[in-house]
Every structure is written in C-alpha cells, then in structure tokens.
C-alpha cells in the first residue's frame, strides 16, 4: 500500500516521505538529521530504509539537514541541474542524480515526473508521483499556479499543496515591506486563496485528498488555510468528495493511500 508522511511542513522546515513502488522516498530534508531520524523512527522507518531523495530546491528550509544527513544516509540525491549544482556546496555526496523537468523517470515501480515551480529559486519544481495506486503531486514553494502545473497534477487523486499565507495577515503583519513583496510575489508562496481555488479545480477532475503545506508560522493558521479550502470546495459542490488536512509544522502526518489522513 502507498503510504506518505509529512515530517515537518512550514519555513522552518520541510521533509516527507513517500512509500510505494518497492521504494522509500525521502521529499526534501529541511529541520535537522536528529529530528528526522526520530520523526522516521515513529514510524517505524529508519535512515537506512530510504532508497532515494528528491529535493525541491536549495532553499534552507529544504536542505539544511543534508550535510549531517547524507552521512547517515547514501541515498542517490535527484534533484534538477541548478539544484544538484547549488547541493555540491553544500554537502559532500557522491550521488548526485540529474532530473530534467517534464521528463518522467523511475525509481523501482514509482513513475516520477518533476515539474518547474515559479520560485525565486533556480530549479525549483514539484513531482508528480504514480505507482499502480494511483497519482499524487507534491507542489510546494509557488508564487503562483501556472496552467503548466494545474494540467500537470490535473487527475491525480491525492496532492500535498502549499497553502502559505493569508494574504490580508502577511499585508499588515509584522514583516519588513522588502519580505512581504518577496512572498506575494509570482515567484513567491501560494496564499491560501490560491490554494483553495486550485483544490476547488482539481475537484472536478477527481482530486480526493489534499494536504494544505509549507503554512507561514507568523502569517496563516491551520484553521484559516482549512477554512479557505473547505469554503471552495464547498461553493464547488466538492466538499464531500474532498478530504482536506492540514500538515503540522514539526510532527508527522501520515496519509495511507486507502486511508484518511491522520497525526
């Protein structure tokens, strides 16, 4: 059965696993090796179980544990070509695979299709996951969403979606002007908004789970980002169809691929 954990999801870190397809799959690895290491270990998983890592981008929060963890952990690294650039600085690992955009590739049985994300990161992209269980996107860090992504993950039964902001919050909080321009960027993070009315559209092509990501610590809550998201569903007549679930910033969250989500 296809299973996936989010680990820790928010800009202080970000890192997930995806199992299935004969492999165990770590999604970035933002936090520290300690956390991850225990955060695996309640679920029965250990740093030596992990077959292989995608990396989203450079980002700190996606990367700061690979230099303590890539001792720990061989796993081949796959990652775009600016990515895999920008990780040679940063940690010593010998297993640097390139991935190119929009070309599917395949780990064991998993079929896994990166996609670019606009980001103010060179390389940056999400992945599109299938096995025989069906289709999950992982899309996190986008100022926006592009028809080239929406058609990317339009179908897929499940997606781990970034729900970063609510944007009246982040107008009048407590960031410099400098930041806030920088996250409502389109090269930014998706606002909750945005989210929700991608969630809304996947519906209608049979999206059935959705795990809202990568919320802003001073910006979003859980029940604001929720909230939005249920309410489109809802105006969509979806909201029955559509379990929706928010990833915690530092626990982990398991989704079984027959399952609901669950902390």
Not at 116 to 138: A, V, W
Not at 223 to 232: C, K, P, S, Y
Not at 235 to 245: I, K, S, T
Request: glycine fraction near 10%; charge should be negative.
């Amino acid at each position: 059965m296809t299973r996936f954990y989010s680990l820790a999801s928010s800009s202080s870190g970000n890192c997930s696993v995806f199992q299935g397809g004969g492999r165990t799959l770590l999604i970035d690895g933002g936090t520290n090796t300690k956390y991850i290491r225990n955060a695996l270990s309640q679920l029965g998983i250990a740093l030596g179980d992990i077959t292989d890592v995608l990396i989203t981008h450079t980002h700190s929060d996606h990367v700061s544990a690979l230099p303590v963890l890539t001792k720990h952990c061989r796993a081949p690294i796959h990652a775009t070509v600016p990515t895999v650039e920008g990780l040679k600085e940063k940690c010593a690992h010998d297993q640097l695979e390139v991935v190119e955009p929009d070309a599917p590739f395949w780990l064991g049985e998993v079929r896994i299709t990166p996609f670019l994300t606009p980001h103010d990161c060179p390389g940056s992209c999400g992945f599109l996951l299938e096995t025989e269980e069906g289709k999950m996107g992982y899309c996190t860090d986008l100022g926006h969403l592009p028809d080239s992504v929406f058609e990317t993950l339009r179908g897929v039964e499940t997606v781990f979606l970034e729900s970063n902001h609510d944007v009246y919050q982040l107008k009048n909080g407590e960031y410099p002007y400098y930041l806030k321009q920088r996250i409502l960027s389109p090269q930014g993070h998706l606002s909750n908004d945005d989210a929700a009315q991608a969630v809304a559209e996947w519906g209608k092509y049979g999206l059935q789970k959705v795990i809202l990501a990568h919320l802003s610590e001073h910006n979003n809550r859980p029940e604001w980002a929720l909230e939005e998201t249920e309410r489109a569903l809802r105006l969509a007549g979806l909201r029955e169809q559509v379990q929706v679930a928010v990833a915690p910033h530092k626990a982990p969250l398991s989704l079984t691929g027959k399952g609901r989500a669950a902390g």
